[in-house]
């Protein structure tokens, strides 16, 4: 693991450092000002961090190691990692119509109109998403657009491909799809089955990229 790499681990913390510090404003002084900055510091800096840091350095699709150089997909992972420890802050946007397919945007992720969110869905690579207009997500969905291995030596290596997801989908109850995964427009996903890595639902070509394989989840 690089230096910088290292550096981004800290961003979890100076994040919850910095929500507790605008809590504290607002608590201290109560105004419309003071509950906007809480919100920002909330909603809005992990995602522009991110926003600048893929211009700076994007996320390569395929296959990378980690520790060989600074990796943009691990620095992502630590950004968002807040959100993963505290999913109720997510949770309370999928109540409002909308504002969760806005979050997602906001990331860097291509959402479609008229998505419908169950409150307890995951997603773990907020950025990496490209979802059509009018899917449906049952209760516990996880999209992961990510694998990693671990290699000898203590090393690993990570798989990062975008999940695509079509137009009309529904996407059962506590199904859940991997990095690569397709699921096509008007598909009905049954509850709890795996998409695995570069699988299109429906289709018994399970891994385009023979080099990626060994990625599989099974």
């Known amino acids: 693991m690089t230096t910088l790499d290292r550096l981004f681990s800290y961003f979890p913390l100076l994040l919850t450092v910095a929500s507790f510090a605008a809590l504290g404003v607002f608590a201290r002084h109560p105004s419309p000002w003071s509950a906007l900055l809480l919100i920002a510091v909330l909603y809005l ?36 990692a807040f959100y993963d420890a505290l999913p109720y802050l997510e949770s309370l946007l999928r109540v409002i119509p909308g504002f969760y397919s ?46 990693r291995k671990k290699l000898e030596g203590g090393g690993s290596r990570v798989l990062v491909r975008p999940v695509r997801i ?25 509850p709890m089955r795996v998409v695995g890595v570069n699988e299109t639902f429906g289709s018994i070509v399970r891994h385009p990229a023979p080099e990626e394989a060994e990625f599989a989840v099974t």
């Open 102 to 147: 806005m979050w997602l945007r906001l990331w860097g992720s291509q959402v479609g109109y008229g998505v419908e969110w169950a409150v307890n869905v995951s997603i773990l690579d907020r950025n990496l998403m490209d979802i059509g207009n009018r899917v449906v997500f049952a209760r516990q969905v996880e999209l992961a657009a990510h694998v």
């Open 166 to 190: 079509g137009s009309y989908a529904f996407l059962g109850a506590a199904m859940s799809a991997n990095a690569g995964a397709t699921i096509p427009a008007n598909a009905q996903v049954p």
């Open 45 to 80: 800096v992990a995602p522009l961090t991110l926003r600048i840091l893929q211009r700076w350095t994007p996320i390569t699709e395929g296959i990378s190691q980690i520790g060989q150089k600074f990796s943009p997909w691990l620095a992502s992972h630590n950004i968002q």
